[in-house]
């Protein structure tokens, strides 16, 4: 059974990545996909977009119009504009989503969350395989290693990238808090910046790098006198991601409304 799909933000790097992978996958079909109203990409030809064969369909600056056909509808774009879609999308025969965009505060996550109890929805700060079993590995290692052992997560992406520490960064932050038994807003620490004193016990710390056409590096180092365990993880190509939004898609579609993360769809 082929799966219908709309994506959010079709022109930008992951829209573009997403149609190219849908596309050479018979699993998918791809039924629309948005832009923004006032953008030079608005009613461009998707396939074109992509660099592909032209797929006889055109973005629109309306989720509903562009989800009116889809199952499962996918966004990585920016947090208001995928509140934006997800109330919209209650006017479409979309019965799950896929989140991707980071940037969002604890009130518009308390408002995916909502909508997650109208349709299956999967939020994650990170789509890669890699990246999901690299968070399991890090909450193992918090929970055996004792608040002796300094946290520091360091990640650096391209130039472009407007909200920082990344959703990767912070997905891995809260897997570490996990492992430690604690949240993370009671453990990250504020950045170093001048006289900071004395790092705190037990904090997790982080550090940004923009840069070029970084796709993603991620390490989470701890950090004990006598030794260091680095656990890393390097994005090649934005593909990762697409292809894990898309396995999501598939896991998701006939799933009860709820919220979930790629840890369940990967079962970890």
């Known amino acids: 059974m082929t799966l219908?799909?709309?994506i959010a933000g079709a022109a930008g790097r992951m829209g573009r990545a997403l149609i190219r992978a849908a596309s050479a996958d018979a699993r998918f079909a791809i039924v629309g996909g948005t832009e923004r109203g006032?953008?030079?990409?608005?009613?461009a030809d998707l396939g074109a977009l992509a660099g592909i064969a032209p797929l006889f369909m055109t973005t629109s600056d309306a989720a509903d119009h562009a989800a009116e056909k889809a199952d499962v509808w996918i966004d990585f774009t920016t947090p208001d504009a995928t509140l934006a879609?997800?109330?919209a999308l209650k006017r479409t025969t979309a019965r799950a989503a896929i989140i991707g965009t980071t940037g969002l505060d604890a009130g518009q996550e308390?408002?995916?969350a909502a909508h997650a109890e109208r349709i299956a929805i999967v939020r994650s700060g990170n789509f890669s395989l890699g990246v999901n079993l690299l968070a399991a590995l890090v909450e193992q290692a918090a929970q055996r290693l004792g608040p002796s052992w300094d946290i520091e997560i360091a990640e650096a992406h391209h130039r472009r990238k407007v909200d920082a520490p990344s959703g990767t960064a912070l997905l891995l932050g809260e897997a570490a808090a996990h492992g430690r038994g604690a949240p993370l807003s009671g453990l990250k620490l504020k950045p170093y910046d001048g006289v900071t004193g004395p790092r705190?016990?037990?904090?997790?710390?982080f550090s940004v790098i923009r840069g070029g056409g970084i796709v993603g590096e991620h390490d989470v180092r701890f950090i004990a006198e006598r030794?260091?365990?680095?656990?890393?993880?390097?994005?090649?190509d934005r593909a990762v991601f697409a292809d894990g939004a898309l396995a999501a898609a598939l896991w998701?579609?006939?799933?009860?409304?709820?919220?979930?993360?790629?840890?369940?769809?990967?079962?970890?």
């Open 85 to 87: 879609a997800l109330e």
């Open 4 to 6: 219908s799909i709309a």
């Open 227 to 236: 030794e260091v365990l680095t656990l890393s993880h390097q994005a090649l």
């Open 200 to 205: 705190p016990e037990g904090g997790i710390g």
């Open 252 to 268: 998701a579609a006939d799933k009860p409304p709820d919220l979930y993360s790629m840890r369940d769809v990967l079962g970890l």
């Open 38 to 43: 006032e953008g030079q990409f608005l009613g």
């Open 110 to 112: 308390a408002r995916i």
